[in-house]
């Protein structure tokens, strides 16, 4: 049963603490995506890989947030340091992508719940 | 810069209607779009999805219609279930240039179907 896994779950950490959120995508997928749901916004992409480099995070506020894949198996979110605002539902999803596009519609983790207080 | 919109925060409908949402885009480099269903405590799952090349695409209960002259698509349930009260998310991609493959999702629209 192929899923995205994202852990942890659920994440309470006091305003200024480091966050890391971790994905394991689909095995042979190589594109991997990380959104953040918020009300205003719905969902935000802040990220992308493809064949693990990044393709674009303009979404993401470069000063404390960082992404980056170590290898095929392991994409990961940081952010540092945290504050009240970051709190939202962030999501992974991962891909089968192609210079001509995505082969497949993209398969998401159940998310990571990130309350800073 | 909200490149797709879905206008609509919420709609309510009866048991066996029909169920209509919509989705408006501005960026004319989409040429894919898909639409994503997202249960409470969930990720969301791929739904349905349709291609520029054509303007209506069709699975069991639902269907999704695409007007690329005015960047407008929608998602047509029916008849809907109560099973079918979630949030739906359209997105959108281009298939080409350097952001190939990248999904821009609307903000949703919360269904819920009455008994």
């Known amino acids: 049963d192929a899923r995205v896994t994202q852990t942890p779950r659920h994440k309470v950490t006091e305003m200024g603490q480091e966050v890391t959120m971790r994905c394991q995508p689909i095995?042979?997928?190589?594109?991997v995506f990380w959104y953040r749901q918020t009300m205003m916004q719905g969902l935000e992409l802040l990220a992308y890989?493809?064949?693990?480099?990044?393709?674009?995070d303009s979404g993401m506020p470069k000063d404390r947030f960082s992404a980056e894949m170590p290898d095929a198996t392991l994409a990961t979110l940081k952010i540092q340091p945290s504050e009240p605002r970051d709190s939202a539902v962030y999501f992974c999803?991962?891909?089968?992508?192609?210079?001509?596009?995505?082969?497949?519609?993209?398969?998401f983790g159940q998310g990571t719940r990130l309350t800073v207080v | 810069d909200q490149q797709v919109k879905q206008n609509s925060p919420s709609l309510s409908v009866q048991e066996g209607r029909i169920s209509i949402l919509n989705c408006d885009y501005t960026?004319?480099?989409?040429?894919?779009f898909l639409w994503y269903k997202k249960y409470p405590a969930e990720g969301p799952t791929f739904l349905i999805s349709?291609?520029?090349?054509?303007d209506k695409n069709e699975d069991g209960r639902f269907t999704v219609f695409l007007n690329k002259s005015a960047k407008h698509l929608s998602l047509h349930i029916v008849p809907s279930q109560p099973g079918d009260s979630a949030v739906y998310f359209c997105?959108?991609?281009?298939?080409?240039?350097?952001?190939?493959?990248?999904?821009?999702f609307g903000q949703g629209t919360i269904l819920t179907v009455h008994p």
């Open positions: 999803a991962s891909g089968l992508g192609a210079p001509t596009g995505l082969h497949t519609e993209a398969f």
């Open positions: 095995l042979g997928h190589n594109t």
């Open positions: 890989f493809r064949n693990r480099a990044p393709l674009d």
């Open positions: 960026n004319s480099m989409f040429d894919y």
């Open positions: 349709i291609s520029s090349i054509k």
């Open positions: 997105a959108a991609t281009a298939r080409g240039g350097t952001s190939y493959g990248k999904l821009t």
